[in-house]
T-cell receptor
Framework: RKEVEQDPGPFNVPEGATVAFNCTYSNSASQSFFWYRQDCRKEPKLLMSVYSSGNEDGRFTAQLNRASQYISLLIRDSKLSDSATYLCVPNSGGYQKVTFGTGTKLQVIP | DAGVIQSPRHEVTEMGQEVTLRCKPISGHNSLFWYRQTMMRGLELLIYFNNNVPIDDSGMPEDRFSAKMPNASFSTLKIQPSEPRDSAVYFC?????????????FGPGTRLTVT
C-alpha cells in the first residue's frame, strides 16, 4: 500500500460549486497533516495545516479521520483561481519528514 | 524577504555530464530538503538536513547522487554522471525547527533535462 493515496482527477467543476477530495495514508503514527496546492509549473505552497479533527479557513475545510486514516479537503464556492493540484501531506515519521501525495487536479470551469 | 533561492532555473545537459544544483534556504531556517518531481512518481524526498547535518538520505536514488550543506545558507545536489532518467524538476525547501512539523517553503525549482 502506498504511504499516501489520492485520486489524481481531474475534477472539473463549475464556478461556485462545492468540491471535496479525499486522501488516505498508511502510517497510523502520523500526527501532523497538511494540504499544499501546486499551480502548473510552480512550486508547492501550503494551503492548510490539519490538527485534531479538522481545520477551517474561509472557503476551505479540512477534516481528519484517524480511525479510517483519511483526510479530506472541501472547497466551497469554487473560484477559477482554485484551479490547481492539491497535495495531501502527512508527516511520515522521523524528524520533520513528510510524504507528499501525488495530488488531485482541480479545474474550475467558467 | 527573499524566499528559497535555487539555481539554475533550467539546465539542459548531455548524458554522462556532471550536474550541480544549488539552493539557498530562507535565513533562520534550520531544515533543508531536496525533492524530485516527475509526472510518474510525483514529489519524492531525496534527502533532508537539520542544522547542516544530513538526517535522512534514504531517498537518494543511487551513488550518482550526492548532497552537501557546508553551511546554513547553502546546499548543493550533484548528479555525476547524469542519465536521461534523471530528467525532472528538482525542488529545494526549507523549514524552521522546533515545536513540531512545520510548513515547508519551496524554491521555484530547477528543471533538469538530460539528453
Amino acid at each position: 500500500r502506498k504511504e499516501v493515496e489520492q485520486d489524481p482527477g481531474p475534477f472539473n467543476v463549475p464556478e461556485g460549486a462545492t468540491v471535496a477530495f479525499n486522501c488516505t495514508y498508511s502510517n497510523s503514527a502520523s500526527q501532523s497533516f497538511f494540504w499544499y496546492r501546486q499551480d502548473c509549473r510552480k512550486e508547492p505552497k501550503l494551503l492548510m495545516s490539519v490538527y485534531s479533527s479538522g481545520n477551517e479557513d474561509g472557503r476551505f475545510t479540512a477534516q481528519l479521520n484517524r480511525a479510517s486514516q483519511y483526510i479530506s479537503l472541501l472547497i466551497r464556492d469554487s473560484k477559477l483561481s482554485d484551479s490547481a493540484t492539491y497535495l495531501c501531506v502527512p508527516n511520515s515519521g522521523g524528524y520533520q519528514k513528510v510524504t507528499f501525495g501525488t495530488g488531485t487536479k482541480l479545474q474550475v470551469i467558467p | 524577504d527573499a524566499g528559497v533561492i535555487q539555481s539554475p532555473r533550467h539546465e539542459v545537459t548531455e548524458m554522462g555530464q556532471e550536474v550541480t544544483l544549488r539552493c539557498k534556504p530562507i535565513s533562520g531556517h534550520n531544515s533543508l530538503f531536496w525533492y524530485r518531481q516527475t509526472m510518474m512518481r510525483g514529489l519524492e524526498l531525496l534527502i533532508y538536513f537539520n542544522n547542516n547535518v544530513p538526517i535522512d538520505d534514504s531517498g537518494m536514488p543511487e551513488d550518482r547522487f550526492s548532497a552537501k550543506m557546508p553551511n546554513a545558507s547553502f546546499s548543493t545536489l550533484k548528479i555525476q554522471p547524469s542519465e536521461p532518467r534523471d530528467s525532472a524538476v528538482y525542488f529545494c525547501a526549507s523549514s524552521p525547527v522546533g515545536g513540531g512539523i512545520h510548513e515547508q517553503y519551496f524554491g521555484p525549482g530547477t528543471r533538469l533535462t538530460v539528453t
